[in-house]
């Protein structure tokens, strides 16, 4: 096998060890304010699954919990599928640093039998990526260079003056900066792209880090190549922020339009 | 202590056997078609958490997997406190039938400290509760009886045409039968009360049933005690229903238009 050379397929690459324990390390292409980019992190607990001999089907459902910050370095994932239904897999697993636990998880795989389909979350109407300018004012962290960032509404505030902007909501065109096809991996880590709700709506710059996300997987193999590394669009909008949490609620849409996934997460603030 | 004499009080009536596993019953007064009632189901889960004497802080997040059908009868509850932080704590859980992993849940409890609030999220302007007829065509299932659910927009189609409504949105008031003082275990089950919403959009009665869902809480002690038994108003939609996967995204608001608690799941079902 050669080496990988997109920083995502980096970030993915482990060594199994067996028995579901798979060793990794952070990637300094991806790293954040502290420690990792959390889109990668739960990327690579879903990885983990993908990579499991037992797995059956595809992903439906992920829930990572961000316990404890991911130290830059080797880390080790176990995977561990609790319950094998006919048509439905269920898998607990957990991040560990030496002893510690930093990272939780369970997903849901399946196998997936064609429906009729219909999608009320349809995609609203906008500029189209090439019409829009790329992200001004990204923040000094690694893990935004590796990602072609651009805001159709909903930009991080030019001014960070405390006011209330009275809506959190954004509509992001979001790509690999190194072209790379879409997969559920790089559609997690999508997921995670949108900064803080809380920096929009207040005008303000607080410590904020993810501590629950899930995203629901809606792509099917055919979607993710028709996207063949274009630009994503991404919705997401916080619902409530009070007394140290905040949640977010997102979509996020191939260009033409196709719901790829769902996802959802709260967040930890201080004021 | 005096035996439990509202229904969602004996659901939660479990012996302590130490090191976090707990001995619950199913109830019959929560029973659906097959199983309980996926709501108090999440609710057993949250509240394993919140008899756990290692417990700190109050609910935050709350994902709860549903591995397999729970059988009607005895379960047991292991809770696990895996990481501590200062101010957050991170939870893993199982129900246990016999050896069979039939429930897996992961939940976040964190002591909260006063902030600004914001709420993205506004209450729909809707009739009170009081003006909402009660749901008629109940389906015969025992759970449904134990609330009070008015719906006001998008009720269950009075005919199974497969007519596609376009919509899968519903506005509904919901309350115990009896009533109950509200807690973040009541409101858990409130998230689950909606009926699927493939029923609404599709007009189609197929067999579906909830494989993962997730409560984020924004409800304080004050908002729960506002409520004091009255009506909660929910607001569930689906985003994308196809190859066999539906999810739903929701918002629980207190009469007066507080935000309590976010939801989203995700079911599976057949055609």
Same mark, same amino acid.
Request: with cysteine; net charge negative.
């Given at each position: 096998?050669?080496?990988?050379? *997109? ?7 482990? %060594? ?10 952070? *990637? ?18 879903? !990885? $983990?699954?993908?990579?499991?001999? %037992? ?13 404890? $910050? ?7 994932? *176990?995977?561990? $599928? ?7 897999? *269920?898998? =607990? ?75 959190? !909501? ?47 997987? !809606? ?7 028709? =996207? ?30 196709? =719901? ?12």
């Amino acid at each position: 096998m050669r080496p990988a050379t *997109h920083p995502f397929d980096q970030a993915l690459t482990f %060594e199994a060890l067996g028995e579901g324990r798979f060793l990794g390390r952070t *990637h300094p292409g991806y790293a954040n304010m502290v420690g990792p980019f959390g889109g990668v992190t739960a990327a690579q607990m879903l !990885h $983990a699954v993908m990579l499991h001999p %037992e797995r059956l089907g595809e992903p439906a459902a992920l829930n990572v919990n961000f316990c404890a $910050a991911v130290a830059d370095g080797a880390f080790e994932i *176990h995977a561990q $599928a609790v319950r094998t239904n006919r048509s439905t897999q *269920h898998w =607990c697993l957990s991040m560990y640093q030496g002893d510690e636990v930093v990272i939780t998880a369970t997903a849901v795989t399946a196998n997936r039998r064609s429906t009729l389909r219909a999608q009320d979350a349809g995609m609203p109407p906008v500029l189209s990526a090439e019409q829009v300018p790329p992200m001004s004012g990204k923040p000094p962290v690694a893990w935004i260079e590796r990602y072609d960032i651009r805001y159709v509404q909903g930009a991080l505030p030019a001014n960070w003056d405390d006011s209330d902007s009275g809506d959190s !909501h954004s509509l992001v065109w979001m790509a690999d900066s190194q072209s790379r096809p879409l997969d559920l991996q790089s559609l997690t880590a999508y997921a995670d792209v949108f900064f803080p709700r809380l920096w929009l709506r207040r005008a303000r710059r607080v410590p904020i880090g993810t501590v629950s996300m899930g995203v629901y997987f !809606h792509a099917t193999a055919q979607d993710l190549a028709a =996207c063949a590394g274009g630009f994503v669009l991404g919705s997401a909008r916080a619902q409530v922020m009070h007394d140290g949490f905040q949640d977010q609620t997102g979509v996020l849409w191939s260009a033409d339009g196709r =719901c790829l996934a769902s996802t959802h997460q709260t967040m930890y603030y201080r004021e």
